[in-house]
């Protein structure tokens, strides 16, 4: 009999805690304004990506159901771009230089913000004409309606990818990363910052309340 309270009590709590978080939601990256591309180019066999004039610009859509619209900003700092290395076939690891790099979207207006820092880790070729990029943001500032699935702090890094179109389909990543002195560049079509929703604090305390009664109950029954 208590073996069965004591099942039920917890499956209770993990319910309260489920219901009180909210479903993720996630920044949907739309295609760059004409102009804005990623750079890939091979200098003396080292193969670095950066972007035309420093900066990505386009259009941000949040969240998945009945999205609101707004902007994004992927901008390089000064320094050294990162350079990619194959690691298996149509696969890169990406390390980054020392230029910084930052994501910026506004949704609406910028009472809807989040900042973060970028990190690339992956490129795939799979797929020559659209290859992917992928890695990680670590937030630095939340505001408005993003706050929720974008959190600054502890857990404050969100996966993210993006696709490229290239401009030149004969001229692959993979053909570039081969061939010294060469250059393909594309702009974004598509990709998607994964939110992570925080726990409302009401439903937190009262998980909280339903641990405190379930010790409770176990140390009378002692």
């Known amino acids: 009999m208590r073996t069965k309270l004591v099942s039920t009590l917890l499956l209770v709590a993990l319910a309260t805690l489920l219901c009180g978080?909210?479903?993720?939601?996630?920044?949907?990256?739309?295609?760059?304004?004409?102009?804005?591309?990623?750079i890939f180019s091979n200098s003396g066999g080292v193969t670095r990506m950066g972007f035309s004039g420093g900066v990505l610009t386009g259009t941000a859509f949040y969240p998945d159901t009945s999205p609101l619209t707004g902007t994004y900003?992927?901008?390089?700092?000064?320094?050294?771009?990162?350079?990619?290395?194959?690691?298996?076939?149509?696969?890169?690891?990406?390390?980054?230089g020392t230029a910084p790099l930052t994501l910026k979207v506004c949704i609406v207006s910028c009472a809807n913000e989040v900042d973060g820092d970028v990190y690339f880790?992956?490129?795939?070729?799979f797929n020559p004409k659209a290859p992917q990029i992928s890695g990680v943001i670590t937030v630095t500032n939340s505001t408005g309606i993003l706050a929720n699935d974008f959190a600054v702090g502890p857990g404050g890094q969100?996966?993210?990818?993006v696709n490229l179109s290239t401009v030149n389909a004969?001229?692959?990543?993979?053909?570039?990363?081969?061939?010294?002195?060469?250059?393909?560049?594309?702009?974004?079509s598509s990709g998607e910052v994964i939110g992570v929703?925080?726990?409302?604090p009401g439903s937190m305390a009262l998980l909280?309340?339903?641990?405190?009664?379930?010790?409770?109950?176990?140390r009378r029954r002692r």
């Open 21 to 38: 978080v909210a479903n993720a939601d996630q920044i949907t990256i739309g295609p760059t304004v004409s102009g804005d591309n990623v």
């Open 73 to 96: 900003w992927f901008t390089f700092g000064s320094g050294t771009l990162p350079s990619i290395t194959l690691v298996s076939p149509y696969s890169y690891s990406v390390a980054m």
């Open 208 to 218: 909280g309340s339903g641990f405190l009664g379930l010790a409770g109950f176990l």
């Open 170 to 188: 004969s001229r692959s990543i993979d053909w570039v990363y081969t061939h010294s002195d060469r250059t393909v560049q594309g702009p974004l």
């Open 158 to 161: 969100f996966d993210f990818d």
């Open 197 to 200: 929703p925080t726990p409302e």
């Open 121 to 125: 880790q992956q490129v795939s070729s």
